[in-house]
């Protein structure tokens, strides 16, 4: 070990592993996309921009903190845990610190929700709201959804769907076919963050009655749910720009395969703590289409 690594954590720096950086690019990306398609059209807006983006940040934030404290008090974070550190779980903050530092996350993101209802209509503040409750109930609650296998389910619907199609909304005041369609493979690849996570956790999540899709349908099944997810994503692109959906700048997108290339081998070769790196790097592939979509709709 380092003497940097023995050095202890300051308060900045546990409440920034808390946040769990990483997976915030992914977070962003449905804003990138959604903001890609209202700057297309005519329609950006830079205030309801930059407030979608700080929505989509405190509310994955939010996530992360609601995820470590309710799994560790369900007894899912044992030590024999293969992911990113938890800070509940090391000790680093307690149970209540972290429920406080999740209040505060998801009472600015409803705070901003409130100036894009202001903005754009109550709609988006009850879209908002359903988001922090899903957020919360992931892993919280008397029916932690997350442990019976809809956690896939629902991040497709609020980091795809409702990414893409409110950023797009809170800017233009509708929602047009284009966005609809990007959402999908937007929010197909945030997913795929979720399916490597729980690949590399279908041991411990079985040994403590985590029933996630990934528990249900195995190793091969995994790396089989993962591959078809970016297959569907890739191949969607030209079929909805042959179709007239979206212009040819969005074959842009294809720049990213390389990337979406060696997360697929890291997905089928690797196992255990190593698919951190697949984690990580299926976070980067999500926000690299997303802004290289933006970069096809500027042509």
């Known amino acids: ?31 990138v996309a959604g903001t890609a398609l209202a700057v297309r059209d005519g329609q950006f807006r830079l205030g309801p921009a930059l407030a979608a983006l700080g929505v989509g940040l405190l509310l994955q934030i939010g996530s992360n903190l609601a995820n470590d404290v309710f799994d560790y008090e369900r007894g899912a974070d044992t030590p024999e845990r293969l992911g990113p550190l938890r800070v509940t779980q090391a000790g680093l903050l307690s149970p209540t610190q972290v429920k406080m530092g999740m209040g505060v996350a998801f009472g ?5 929700g409130l ?64 966005a609809w369609w990007t959402a999908v493979p937007i929010g197909l690849l945030v997913v795929n963050i979720l399916v490597v996570n729980n690949l590399r956790d279908i041991e411990n999540d079985r040994s403590v009655g985590k029933r996630t899709f990934a528990v249900r349908l195995g190793v091969r099944g995994t790396r ?10 890739y191949l969607l692109v030209p079929v909805l720009i042959l179709s007239g959906v979206l212009p040819w700048g969005a074959l842009l997108t294809w720049l990213s395969l390389p990337l979406a290339w060696q997360m697929l ?35």
Request: proline residues 3%; charged residues 10%.
């Open 115 to 178: 100036y894009l209802a202001w903005q754009a209509g109550w709609i988006v503040l009850l879209i908002g709201l359903a988001a922090i409750f899903s957020a919360i109930l992931y892993t919280g609650g008397p029916f932690a959804y997350g442990y019976y296998g809809l956690g896939d389910l629902f991040v497709f619907l609020f980091f795809g769907l409702a990414a893409v199609t409110g950023t797009y909304y809170v800017q233009a005041g509708r929602v047009s076919l284009a």
């Open 1 to 31: 070990m380092s003497e940097h690594e023995n050095k202890p954590l300051t308060r900045w720096q546990v409440w920034w592993l808390a946040a769990r950086p990483k997976t915030l690019p992914a977070a962003v990306s449905g804003v």
């Open 265 to 299: 081998r890291m997905a089928w070769t690797v196992q255990g703590r190593p698919l951190n790196a697949a984690l990580a790097g299926s976070g980067r592939l999500a926000f690299a289409f997303s802004c290289l979509f933006f970069l096809g709709m500027l042509f």
């Open 224 to 233: 089989l749910q993962y591959t078809s997810l970016l297959v569907i994503t």
């Open 108 to 112: 600015l993101a409803a705070l901003l």
